[in-house]
C-alpha cells in the first residue's frame, strides 16, 4: 500500500528497538516467510544496498500479516507491537536486524517503548483525533538514509472495530437478485475507505473518505479516485455495527458497476436494502 519513505526525516527522540538481531525465520501464512537478516553489527550494508522499501507490518489484525501497514488505529493508552522490516513483495517481509535502526517518536512525549523494546504504549492522556508518528532510521556512513513511518490515529474503541476489511454476505428487506451490491469494503485509519467488486490482491474500484456517527449510525463515502469510479454513489446512508463481526448498511448505494451491470439492478437506495458484511480482518 504505501512504501518506505526515502530520505531525510523530521528529528525526533531516538529510542530503543524492536527486532532482535538473530537469525531466525517464521512463517506466517504457508506461502509467506518472515525472517531475519544476518548483517554484522558494524555495518548495515546490507540492508542499505537492496534497495527494499522500508515498511512496518503485523501491526494488529485489521491487515494481513505480510501486508506493509503504514497507519493504525488505536485507542489511547494502547500497547501496540512494533515490527520492522524490508518488503520483498511478492516473497514476504525480511526483518531488519536492531543494530541497523535508530527510532524516533513524534511528538516525543505521546509513546513510550517497552523495557525490551518490542513493544509501542501510546499515552493514555491522548485525546481523540491525536496523531503519533513513529520512524525507523536506517542510515550508515557513505549511503543514503532509509526510513519507513508508522502513523498512529488515536479513536474510540467503537471507531476503531469498524476498521478493517468486510465481506458481503448477505441482503435484507428486498429481492436479492435485484441487488449488485460491492464484495468488499476496507475501513482504514484516518477515515480512509475502499471499494471492490473485483476482489483480486490489492485492487480497489474505488477509493475516498467515510464519515461515521457511531451514536446516531449516520454515515456517508465521499470517492476520491479509482480504477473505477461509479458516477452514482450515494451522498448518506446508515451504518450499524451488529456485532464485532457483522456490519449492517442501509439506504446508501456504493454505486452501479459499468458496464457489466444487467439494466434490470437497482440500487439498494431506491429499493430500501440493508446490506450485511462480515468482518474478514
Known amino acids: 500500500m504505501v512504501s518506505g519513505i526515502k530520505g531525510s526525516v523530521r528529528a525526533i527522540a531516538g529510542l530503543t528497538v524492536l527486532v532482535t538481531g538473530a537469525c531466525a525465520s517464521a ?6 516467510q518472515v525472517t531475519t537478516a544476518r548483517v554484522p553489527v558494524a555495518e548495515c550494508s546490507a540492508v542499505t544496498e537492496s534497495g527494499a522499501p522500508v515498511v512496518f507490518f503485523a501491526i494488529d489484525t485489521t491487515t494481513a500479516p505480510w501486508e506493509p501497514a503504514p497507519r493504525v488505529a488505536v485507542a489511547a493508552g494502547a500497547d501496540i507491537p ?4 524490508q518488503n520483498y513483495a511478492p516473497h514476504g517481509m525480511r526483518r531488519i536486524p536492531r543494530e541497523c535502526i535508530e527510532w524516533r517518536i513524534e511528538p516525543e512525549r505521546h509513546a513510550s517503548f517497552s523495557e525490551g523494546g518490542e513493544r509501542l504504549t501510546i499515552a493514555g492522556d491522548l485525546p481523540l483525533g491525536s496523531v503519533v508518528e513513529l520512524t525507523a532510521v536506517i542510515a550508515q556512513e557513505g549511503e543514503p538514509t532509509r526510513a519507513g513511518t508508522l502513523r498512529i490515529s488515536i479513536v474510540d474503541d467503537v471507531s476503531r472495530q469498524l476498521i ?3 465481506s458481503f454476505e448477505d441482503v435484507r428487506g428486498c429481492d436479492r437478485m435485484s441487488l449488485d451490491p460491492p464484495r468488499e469494503i476496507r475501513f482504514e485509519p484516518e477515515n480512509s475507505a475502499r471499494v471492490a467488486w473485483t476482489v483480486f490482491e490489492q485492487y480497489w474500484d474505488y477509493w475516498g473518505r467515510y464519515a461515521w456517527d457511531p451514536q446516531t449510525g449516520a454515515f456517508s463515502l465521499e470517492p476520491t479516485g479509482g480504477n473505477r469510479l461509479p458516477p452514482d454513489i450515494s451522498a448518506t446512508g446508515r451504518l450499524v455495527l451488529e456485532d464485532e463481526r457483522q456490519l449492517a448498511i442501509s439506504g446508501f448505494h456504493f454505486g452501479t458497476r459499468e458496464p457489466e451491470t444487467p439494466s434490470f439492478m437497482v440500487s439498494a437506495e431506491e429499493a430500501g436494502c440493508t446490506l450485511v458484511f462480515r468482518r474478514q480482518r
Not at 82 to 85: K, L, M, R, S, T
Open 27 to 32: 512463517a506466517v501464512e504457508d506461502d509467506v
Open 82 to 85: 512494533i515490527n520492522i522490516g
Open 164 to 166: 478493517g476489511t468486510w
